[in-house]
């Protein structure tokens, strides 16, 4: 009797998981290799030491139209770890205390969008340019314009800039409009806003992120029949005849690759090619930081007003959104900054120091900020940045870097779509048809 054919899957991210677990179903003998102590990537929590708290790297949140995560989500028993809301809600402040809802309705999104465009607190000039641009998003862009070309093109500079366009391009891209695709932009917008209410609208996670992917996935991979190595970093490949036929494991191993193996590299840009120079300019992708700031109000102390779960800081700096945790304690809240540099060398007492005062600016009357407790963290390589004209990301339904046997996977391969969860779950599935084709 034949063996099965064996799957080293490097990585154990969104990815990783989805690959491992579609590669055994596919009957491959899977081995997950993953250089930390635990599953989940970039989307991961960890105690603070300071505080007890289990925070996350930083605030994750999903669409309904994510079809490919909430596929993984479901296989992981982790789908009811979210308020799964029926319809868009985006609260917005400025710092000049104005506040306001893009609230849809439950009408199919091309129905609800026009009147609740018309609700938020624009000129009527400005609320009839949001909606020719609602329109535009429809058209055809060239892949060498970013968000701020498409902006001035279609007339969205001002205020439909400020209200709408940035925070969703803050959201969804991790970066600022100017250095954002708007062909990439506008892909996400279109699968998230062309169907029904709920495929708009956000998911919050009610636990962290360690709970709801990296616990659970290793108990299902385990219980699938899937060998998982946490601990376990790949240091070097060899190739020999364009193909992978060894892998170098730091205080472990090497393992050896069979004629019928094949190997999967779901891990970041920047760690693929450090073990595959000759992917080249496909894994020159430049990254993008998330800094948050998680906040509790002191006892007895004024808490911040619950404009929403999600509140866009309308031209904030540093900081972007405001977030609560479903169910949680009204006294806590994030800040999350996306695509700032501002940050970097600085310390986190600087940072917490620049939280407090922008919060007290958007909040304008609100008294519990000095006092509160405010912990930061700052996760350097959160995206990669989604480029104007970047057309080198590897499509992973074939074979990578020249190699017969290594495909590749990840939020920053040709999905069509930026850095998101779902990105990386639809990378995984692509590279699973392609290697079981």
Request: charged share 20%; aromatic share 8%.
């Amino acid at each position: 009797m034949t063996a099965p054919r064996r799957a080293f899957v490097l990585g154990g991210g969104i990815a990783g998981i989805v690959a491992a677990f579609g590669l055994r179903d596919r009957g491959f003998s899977v081995t997950l290799l993953e250089s930390r102590r635990w599953l989940g990537g970039r989307a991961f929590s960890s105690p603070d030491p300071a505080t007890g708290w289990v925070l996350d790297n930083g605030p994750h949140v999903m669409l309904g139209c994510y079809r490919s995560m909430r596929a993984l989500l479901r296989r992981l028993g982790s789908e009811h770890a979210f308020e799964q809301d029926t319809k868009l809600r985006l609260a917005a402040r400025d710092a000049r205390g104005r506040h306001a809802q893009l609230r849809l309705s439950r009408l199919p999104v091309p129905l609800a969008m026009p009147p609740a465009l018309l609700r938020l607190p624009l000129s009527w000039a400005g609320r009839l340019r949001a909606l020719r641009g609602m329109v535009a998003t429809l058209g055809r862009t060239p892949p060498e314009w970013s968000l701020a070309d498409w902006f001035r093109r279609r007339g969205q500079h001002g205020e439909p800039d400020a209200w709408l366009w940035r925070p969703l391009c803050r959201a969804i891209m991790n970066v600022e409009p100017e250095l954002a695709s708007a062909r990439d932009f506008l892909a996400t917008l279109r699968i998230a806003f062309s169907g029904s209410a709920a495929d708009a609208a956000f998911w919050l996670p009610k636990r962290p992120w360690g709970e709801i992917v990296g616990e659970p996935a290793l108990r299902t991979l385990l219980a699938d029949g899937v060998d998982v190595r946490c601990g376990a970093r790949v240091v070097r490949c060899q190739v020999t005849d364009a193909r992978v036929t060894l892998l170098e494991v730091a205080d472990g191993e090497p393992i050896a690759v069979g004629e019928r193996d094949v190997v999967v590299a779901a891990l970041p840009w920047f760690a693929a090619r450090d073990l595959w120079p000759a992917l080249g300019a496909a894994a020159q992708l430049q990254a993008s930081p998330i800094v948050s700031a998680y906040f509790e109000t002191a006892r007895g102390a004024p808490h911040l007003p619950v404009d929403g779960p999600v509140v866009s800081l309308v031209d904030g700096d540093p900081f972007h959104f405001v977030l609560r945790t479903p169910g949680a304690d009204v006294r806590r809240f994030a800040l999350l900054s996306g695509g700032n540099r501002v940050f970097d060398g600085m310390t986190v007492d600087a940072i917490a120091d620049l939280a407090r005062s922008q919060v007290e600016r958007h909040y304008p009357g609100w008294a519990g900020g000095r006092a509160a407790t405010v912990r930061i963290r700052k996760e350097q390589l959160a995206t990669f940045v989604a480029a104007p004209g970047v057309a080198v990301r590897l499509a992973p339904d074939r074979p990578a870097a020249g190699l017969t046997n290594l495909w590749c996977c990840g939020d920053w391969t040709a999905t069509g779509l930026p850095a998101t969860l779902e990105g990386a779950a639809r990378s995984a599935e692509l590279v699973v048809r392609g290697v079981g084709g």
